[in-house]
T-cell receptor
Framework: GAVVSQHPSRVICKSGTSVKIECRSLDFQATTMFWYRQFPKQSLMLMATSNEGSKATYEQGVEKDKFLINHASLTLSTLTVTSAHPEDSSFYIC??????????FGPGTRLTVT | DAKTTQPPSMDCAEGRAANLPCNHSTISGNEYVYWYRQIHSQGPQYIIHGLKNNETNEMASLIITEDRKSSTLILPHATLRDTAVYYCIVRAGMNRDDKIIFGKGTRLHILP
């Protein structure tokens, strides 16, 4: 199947700093990628839809100025958590689809804000 | 998207078939049933999907009732590596832009 990678796999940052997470489709092009967040023992929560060459679409309740998404190419989307706080500590997962319907997910990035 | 209902957890003995049920009584005619699973601390993994016919691949079988209001995912010979949270999702069409909304899923424990 298609491969989606994320970098870094784990990151620890201090409160107030910003951190960037990359999502790449390794063997296919993706005009649309999705970003999810998952807290311990909870399900995945969709944060936003990342569209190549245009602005991201954010789900209700997700602060677009705090979670900056850039989809500059057909194989790369980035999520930047700005002014991170301990409550932003979570597991962030991206997904992309090379063909209609079957989304493939990245391995996730665990963010810890101290 | 239509909502789905799954049992919160299930146990299955290693080597036996694991049958995971899902109710989707409000599914509409153009909506597909998808199954994903998430092993601890990993991203979700696509398993199988179907519209109205039963489907089988190398991982699992999907049985959809004739009225499409429920389905069952079958792992024919469960192994310890199948321990994961399994998500049943209903999605409209095959558009790659269709977002996936995850419910709580079923936590499957494979017992040695």
């Amino acid at each position: 199947g298609a491969v989606v990678s994320q970098h870094p796999s784990r990151v620890i940052c201090k409160s107030g700093t910003s951190v960037k997470i990359e999502c790449r489709s390794l063997d296919f092009q993706a005009t649309t990628m999705f970003w999810y967040r998952q807290f311990p023992k909870q399900s995945l929560m969709l944060m936003a839809t990342s569209n190549e060459g245009s602005k991201a679409t954010y789900e209700q309740g997700v602060e677009k100025d705090k979670f900056l998404i850039n989809h500059a190419s057909l194989t790369l989307s980035t999520l930047t958590v700005t002014s991170a706080h301990p409550e932003d500590s979570s597991f962030y997962i991206c997904s992309a689809s090379p063909t209609g319907g079957e989304q493939y997910f990245g391995p996730g990035t665990r963010l810890t804000v101290t | 998207d239509a909502k789905t209902t799954q049992p919160p957890s299930m146990d299955c003995a290693e080597g036996r078939a694991a049958n995971l049920p899902c109710n989707h009584s409000t599914i509409s005619g153009n909506e597909y049933v998808y199954w994903y699973r998430q092993i601890h601390s990993q991203g979700p993994q696509y398993i199988i999907h179907g519209l109205k016919n039963n489907e089988t691949n190398e991982m699992a079988s999907l049985i959809i009732t004739e009225d499409r209001k429920s389905s069952t995912l079958i792992l024919p010979h469960a192994t310890l590596r199948d321990t994961a949270v399994y998500y049943c999702i209903v999605r409209a069409g095959m558009n790659r832009d269709d977002k996936i909304i995850f419910g709580k899923g079923t936590r499957l424990h494979i017992l040695p």
